[in-house]
Each structure stands twice: as C-alpha cells, then as structure tokens.
C-alpha cells in the first residue's frame, strides 16, 4: 500500500511570498492532517479534516493560511503571505478512521522563508 | 489545559539493554488515545504503539511496550533490547476523543543507542 505523498520535498521563498503544499493521503483514509513542526519542537496541529469537512483548525493562523480537502482526498496548504516565523516542516498525515485513529505521515516539506 | 510532557531531552542507553522513555500528560477528558512515534533523522514520523484511556492492559508492539498508568497519567514508552537502528527523536502524543478530537504532540526525546 502506497504512503502518504507530499510534494514538493522543499521550498525556499522570500518573505511576503505565497507557497502550497500538496498531499494525497493514504487511500481510504478519511482523516487528514496538516501539523507544523519547528526545528527541534514535536508537530504542531494546524488543521484536521474528516472527508471534506474541517473538525479542528483552532491553531491554523486563518489570516494567511488556508487548506482545503477537495472531494476527501487530496489537500493542498497555503500561505500568504509567508513570514519568516512560518520556515519549518510541513507535515501531512492520515487515519484509517473506524476505531483506530494511529496517524501515518509523509515525508514533510522543508519550508524555508528568507 | 491539554498537555503532553516529555522531561527527558536525550537519554543514552547501550545497545541491547532496556530504556524507558517519559510521557506524562493533562486533559480532563475521560476518553482519549496515546500514541508514540518514532522519528528518524530522515525526518519520516513512524507510529509505534497506542493505548486507549480504557485499556485494561498495557499495550505491546514487539520490542516496544507502554507503561500506562492512569492515575497518575503517565504512558512511558519501554523498548527492550535496543539496537543501533533505533537513535531517533521519540514523540509521545494524546488524541481527545471528545470536543474537536485535537491530537497534541510532546517536545519529544532524543534516543541515542551505543554501540
């Protein structure tokens, strides 16, 4: 069975820029994730979809990012404008759903902002 | 509040002994899952072991076992027999499974396995 997928593996933006990440979880999972993780700090959960729908995105910064999850599959991650503050990894991850709420995660995407 | 708290930053252990990682965690919810994961330097989050807030028993993943102790709301990560393969960050995590089903990660432990 494939993993989740991230694309692209790294990007180096100036500041005021805008940037997407790209994920496609693992098929059948209905549950996914967008976590920040900081050099040197665990993730940080920034938005958790259930299908197509959002059931947590208390820590997601709304006034320059934002995430959608077309047709519960696919998500992409967006920031605009990008601050120094947000260079870290951007981690994807999934959930089977149905009782077992283990999440399975991508490689990440290194965010720099200069 | 919601809390994971992981007190060891690094910890060292020789190779083929035991080690047991720290995780003490907060919430007021009755109902919630810990988790480990383990990070290689590759970067890749790896899910090792789940306990559920119900669970009689410990769980147990072949090498890897979790010391859960709910009163005093403690889930430490026990590996046995370590190997060299097994340096890496070490995160403990919760997921509520009530409210907004938040999953929330600690600062994590850094293993470092000697030869």
């Known amino acids: 069975e494939a993993g989740v997928a991230q694309s692209p593996r790294y990007k180096i933006i100036e500041k005021r820029q805008s940037v997407a990440f790209w994920c496609n979880p693992i098929s059948g999972h209905a549950t996914l994730y967008w976590y920040q993780q900081i050099l040197g700090q665990g993730p940080k959960l920034l938005i958790q979809?259930?299908?197509?729908?959002?059931?947590?995105d208390s820590q997601l910064p709304k006034d320059r990012f934002s995430a959608e999850r077309l047709k519960g599959v696919d998500s992409t991650l967006k920031i605009q404008p990008a601050k120094l503050e947000d260079s870290a990894v951007y981690l994807c991850?999934?959930?089977?759903?149905?009782?077992?709420?283990?999440?399975?995660f991508g490689p990440g995407t290194r965010l720099t902002v200069t | 509040a919601q809390k994971i708290t992981q007190t060891q930053p690094g910890m060292f252990v020789q190779e083929k002994e035991a080690v047991t990682l720290d995780c003490t965690y907060d919430?007021?919810?009755?109902?919630?899952?810990l988790f480990w994961y383990k990070q290689p330097s590759s970067g890749e989050m790896i899910f090792l072991i789940y306990q559920g807030s119900y669970d009689q028993q410990n769980a147990t993943e072949g090498r890897y076992s979790l010391n859960f102790q709910k009163a005093r709301k403690s889930a430490n990560l026990v590996i046995s027999a370590s190997q060299l393969g097994d340096s890496a960050m070490y995160f403990c995590a919760m997921r509520l499974n009530t409210g907004g089903f938040k999953t929330i990660f600690g600062a994590g432990t850094r293993l470092f396995v000697k030869a």
């Open positions: 979809f259930q299908n197509n729908g959002v059931v947590d």
């Open positions: 919430t007021s919810d009755p109902s919630y899952g």
């Open positions: 991850a999934s959930s089977p759903g149905q009782g077992r709420y283990e999440q399975y």
